[in-house]
């Protein structure tokens, strides 16, 4: 049996219909089949690889750490380098008040991790989400996750949740003194890429500070440079209480963290003792990564480039079927007919060496996450295969 026979009978599946392409190699904007066919990567591994595909810096740090130590103890412990060293880094390109970082396996993880720190630091018991709104798949993520499709077949969830609409003034009268945290996307990213108001993100904070809740920004896929911003947050001029990181913070090693002022974090440290823990986080090879990415990220000219780079895009993906563009930054939804228009579109895609995707609550939108490295060169290359694919494909 070869690898792909070997992946569909030994490796659990997430879909009937997996894309199932063996890649053998991976380095910045590109990655190549077992056939030795090249791919533009235009998903980055969904939000994962900002820097690329084994940055050079990254690939020498796990090296290096790998060599000296991997995994010695459960979380937090053991004095160990590569999570400090991290730690310190975010805490200082991050507002002050965000100063204690947990490290977690993933994404999802931070935000149970942050759950329980809401609960534990306010006595509270109530959480508000969003309606449209993506956390990881968990049973507390998913609780908290706003489409009920993706949530129906796991009930009962954890009580209390409750699902308001994004970006509507009128839901946040709905935070009060019960509340312990309000989970909300800096930018929503599978519904299809849509940005609150900088009005209504102001008011969101002002209403969580006035009744004593924690205001958390899932920084999950927009952080990390990917909307122009170094944290997506800036640019609705608040920051939160909690921040999530997840994806983009390992710079392609698993990593995800939830970030906080340190009197809120040191609530998990008593009553009980060891409130949060976990055995793999902050792995010391995936801190060592991550930090290696992180400043490839800052110290790079990438973020600057963002704005010419998004305008060339929305310049380019212009075709009477396309029924919308919306982008911040480097995150594009590019908006079809329906589901069927737009996979066979996607498979075109990725059959002239293109790797794109769709969206779990927009799936008639076509997604553009590339790293943030790209030239406008590939950007150009990137748009003709889509607008190629859109022009071969029978409507």
Not at 105 to 120: D, I
Not at 152 to 161: D, E, S
């Amino acid at each position: 049996m070869n690898n792909r026979q070997l992946f569909l009978q030994h490796v659990a599946q997430t879909s009937d219909a997996p894309l199932a392409i063996e890649f053998t190699k991976a380095s910045g904007m590109y990655m190549w089949d077992n056939h030795g066919k090249q791919y533009i990567d235009m998903i980055a591994g969904i939000s994962v690889c900002n820097v690329g595909h084994c940055h050079p810096a990254v690939v020498e740090a796990i090296q290096s750490q790998a060599a000296q130590y991997m995994h010695l103890l459960v979380y937090g412990e053991f004095v160990q380098a590569p999570q400090v060293q991290y730690a310190t880094y975010l805490s200082s390109i991050l507002p002050p008040s965000l100063n204690c970082v947990y490290f977690t396996n993933s994404g999802s993880e931070a935000t149970e991790g942050a759950m329980k720190l809401a609960k534990r630091y306010t006595g509270r018991h109530e959480i508000i989400a969003f309606k449209n709104s993506y956390h990881g798949s968990t049973q507390g993520s998913l609780s908290i996750m706003g489409d009920e499709y993706w949530r129906n077949a796991y009930r009962p969830l954890l009580p209390g949740i409750h699902h308001l609409d994004y970006n509507s003034f009128e839901a946040i009268d709905a935070i009060n003194h019960n509340t312990a945290a309000v989970f909300a996307e800096s930018v929503q990213a599978e519904a299809g890429v849509y940005k609150a108001s900088k009005e209504w993100m102001q008011a969101l904070r002002k209403k969580c500070t006035e009744t004593g809740t924690l205001l958390v920004l899932d920084e999950i896929q927009c952080g990390f440079g990917r909307n122009g911003f170094l944290w997506s947050f800036e640019q609705y001029g608040i920051v939160p209480d909690v921040v999530l990181l997840g994806k983009a913070l390992g710079a392609g090693m698993p990593l995800g963290a939830f970030v906080a002022d340190k009197e809120i974090m040191w609530s998990l440290t008593n009553n009980p003792v060891l409130g949060h823990i976990t055995t793999f986080g902050g792995h010391p090879v995936a801190c060592a990564a991550g930090l290696a990415g992180a400043k490839a990220l800052v110290e790079g000219d990438y973020i600057a480039t963002i704005p010419a780079k998004e305008q060339l895009f929305l310049d380019l993906l212009k075709h009477p079927k396309i029924k919308a563009v919306r982008s911040v930054g480097m995150m594009f939804a590019v908006e079809f007919e329906s589901f069927e228009v737009n996979k066979k579109i996607i498979d075109d895609c990725i059959a002239n060496g293109l790797i794109t995707d769709w969206f779990l609550f927009a799936p008639a939108c076509l997604r553009l996450v590339p790293p943030l490295i790209i030239t406008e060169d590939e950007v150009r290359t990137a748009c003709k295969i889509i607008l190629d694919a859109i022009d071969r494909v029978t409507f």
